[in-house]
């Protein structure tokens, strides 16, 4: 059963800065994709950033500059480095990751439960 679980969310003001990190578990071939996206109340979930592969990497025009995302293959983590957060940065973010499960199987998406932050103006 893999399970992708997220930490880190909580309160800030505005201009703060937070981390977010989200652990991949379970049995699996390889991690082929890792990310983040955001629901704010009302709004559609959105793609916030991704990795693919080990390094390439992709921001919404929202965030770049001011968010970095990160990954850690030794032990299946993927981090958001969040500053200068702004009060519209506020929603739940899910951690997501595109898994091959065995050898020549193709892709399946994996998502967190969510993790919420809130930032103060």
């Known amino acids: 059963q893999v399970q992708l679980v997220e930490s880190g969310g909580g309160l800030v003001q505005a201009g703060g800065s937070l981390r977010l990190s989200c652990a991949a578990s379970?049995?699996?071939?390889?991690?082929?994709?890792m990310g983040w996206y955001r629901q704010a109340p009302g709004n559609q979930r959105e793609l916030v950033a991704i990795i693919i592969g080990d390094d390439s990497t992709n921001y919404v025009d929202s965030v770049k500059g001011r968010f970095t995302i990160s990954r850690n293959n030794a032990n299946n983590t993927v981090n958001l480095q969040m500053s200068n957060l702004k009060p519209e940065d506020t929603a739940v973010y899910y951690c997501?990751?595109?898994?091959?499960?065995?050898?020549?199987?193709?892709?399946?998406?994996?998502w967190g439960k969510g993790t919420l932050v809130t930032v103060s103006s």
């Open positions: 379970g049995s699996f071939f390889r991690i082929n994709t």
């Open positions: 997501y990751a595109g898994l091959v499960l065995r050898v020549g199987w193709n892709s399946v998406t994996y």
